[in-house]
């Protein structure tokens, strides 16, 4: 069965500092990879999505960055980080090349808060 | 424009009773899903159900329900015989045919089952 693994769990970092946030998903070959963003008490935003290997789309400006380094892999990044960044951040794979009538798996988040 | 509408914020239900939480959607594509997903306090996305807007019956899954009317664009989610677990925030989303890849989410309801 397919998994998708999501680290660290929480992160507490200052202003101005960088971010690398990890998603692997494993039971699956060449997922769509996604990334959101959840603002407390809100729904998600996209932030990332990925249809291959260092295939990446923005859906928002920002102060962020993904990778996609490996088939099963993405990375969330950020060279400093900004105090609007906080927030819950989660990521989704879906099998490639579904298409609207297919679920997005997610995995279980991290917590990010800039102090 | 807002694709996704969750006009309730939040709800209390007695435990045993059924909860109706609802959904209108905004899309001129033809072909568009419809997912509910649930948000347990500690973070993951769950997915519910599923409703394509070419099915001609109301999809099912359990205790959960969507009352799909296609005219009204309105997607609601049923929860019978609700269980002090049914705590949690509920997201109604859409993936558009056009746009396949993203899936777009509301605001969220937060579900309170009372004992």
């Known amino acids: 069965s397919q998994t998708i693994h999501q680290w660290p769990a929480t992160l507490v970092q200052p202003v101005g500092s960088p971010l690398s946030l990890e998603c692997t998903v494993e039971?699956?070959?060449?997922?769509?990879l996604y990334w959101y963003r959840q603002a407390a008490g809100r729904g998600l935003q996209l932030l990332f999505y990925s249809v291959g290997i260092g295939q990446i789309s923005s859906e928002v400006p920002q102060n962020l960055s993904a990778s996609r380094p490996q088939d099963r892999q993405f990375i969330l990044s950020s060279k400093k980080l900004l105090l609007s960044d906080s927030g819950f951040y989660l990521c989704?794979?879906?099998?490639?090349?579904?298409?609207?009538?297919?679920?997005?798996?997610f995995g279980n988040g991290t917590r990010l808060t800039v102090t | 424009a807002q694709k996704i509408t969750q006009t309730q914020p939040g709800m209390f239900v007695q435990e045993k009773e059924a909860v109706t939480l609802d959904c209108t959607y905004d899309?001129?594509?033809?072909?568009?899903?419809l997912f509910w997903y649930k948000q347990p306090s500690s973070g993951e996305m769950i997915f519910l159900i599923y409703q394509g807007s070419y099915d001609q019956q109301n999809a099912t899954e359990g205790r959960y329900s969507l009352n799909f009317q296609k005219a009204r664009k309105s997607a609601n989610l049923v929860i019978s015989a609700s269980q002090l677990g049914d705590s949690a925030m509920y997201f109604c989303?859409?993936?558009?045919?056009?746009?396949?890849?993203?899936?777009?989410f509301g605001a969220g309801t937060t579900v309170t089952v009372r004992a």
């Open positions: 899309t001129s594509d033809p072909s568009y899903g």
């Open positions: 989303a859409m993936r558009e045919g056009e746009d396949d890849y993203k899936l777009s």
């Open positions: 039971g699956t070959s060449n997922p769509n």
């Open positions: 989704a794979w879906s099998v490639l090349g579904d298409s609207y009538n297919s679920p997005l798996h």
